[in-house]
C-alpha cells in the first residue's frame, strides 16, 4: 500500500488550519536515548537482567523462564495506556505482587508499532522504557527478561521478585 502525496491545495489548507496551533507540554521533555542505548537496552530485556551488585536467578529457574515452563502469578496487560499511566499500573502492579508475595509476573508491553521509514529501531515506547522503569525497583524486582513466546514472546517481560523480607 502506497502512500498519497498531498496536493499543494491540500498542504495549504492544513498550513491554514493550523497555524494558529500551538504545541501543549505538560512536562519537560526527556532526553531521548540514542539508538546505541535503545539497543543496549533491548539486548539487556532479551538476555535477561540483573542489577549490579545483586544476585538475579538460580540457572534451574533461569532455565525454566526461558522454556515457558513456569506459570505467571499475576499479569498486567498495559496495551493501550498512555505512557505515565503505564508507569504508575507497573509500579502499582510490582509492589503489590511483591506485598502478597507473589515471584513471577507477566507484563505485556505489547511490541509497538515497527521502524518508521529511514530507521531501523523499532518505536515501541513500553517496550523500551518498561526496562527502565523496573531498574528504579531493584529492591524488589531479581531479574526481567522477554517472556516465552507462549506468553507474549517479545511483547511481554517476565519479572521474577525477590523473596519478601519477614
Same mark, same amino acid.
Given at each position: ?6 496536493? %499543494? ?5 492544513? %498550513?491554514? *488550519? ?19 542505548? *535503545?539497543?543496549?537496552?533491548?539486548? %539487556? ?33 498495559? /496495551? ?6 503505564? /508507569? ?8 503489590? $505482587? ?8 507477566? *507484563? ?27 531498574? $528504579?525497583?531493584?529492591?524488589? *524486582? ?20 525477590? %523473596?519478601?523480607?519477614?
Amino acid at each position: 500500500m502506497r502512500k498519497r502525496i498531498a496536493s %499543494k491545495e491540500e498542504e495549504a489548507l492544513f %498550513k491554514a *488550519v493550523l497555524e494558529d496551533e500551538r504545541v501543549l507540554t505538560a512536562r519537560p521533555k526527556e532526553k531521548r536515548s540514542t539508538r546505541a542505548e *535503545v539497543t543496549a537496552s533491548s539486548a %539487556k530485556t532479551r538476555a535477561g537482567h540483573t542489577a549490579p551488585g545483586r544476585s538475579g536467578l538460580d540457572g534451574r529457574t533461569a532455565d525454566r523462564l526461558r522454556r515457558g515452563l513456569l506459570e505467571p502469578d499475576a499479569r498486567l496487560d498495559m /496495551h493501550g495506556l498512555t505512557e505515565a499511566a503505564a /508507569h504508575r499500573a507497573l509500579l502499582t502492579f510490582v509492589k503489590g $505482587a511483591h506485598a502478597r508475595g507473589d515471584r513471577l509476573l507477566l *507484563v505485556v508491553t505489547g511490541k509497538g508499532s515497527g521502524p518508521r521509514r529511514g530507521e531501523t529501531e523499532p518505536q515501541g515506547v513500553l517496550k523500551i522504557m518498561t526496562p527502565r522503569w523496573l531498574e $528504579a525497583l531493584a529492591d524488589v *524486582v531479581a531479574d526481567w527478561r522477554a517472556a516465552h513466546r507462549r506468553h507474549g514472546g517479545d511483547g511481554a517481560l517476565y519479572i521474577y521478585l525477590r %523473596k519478601p523480607r519477614r
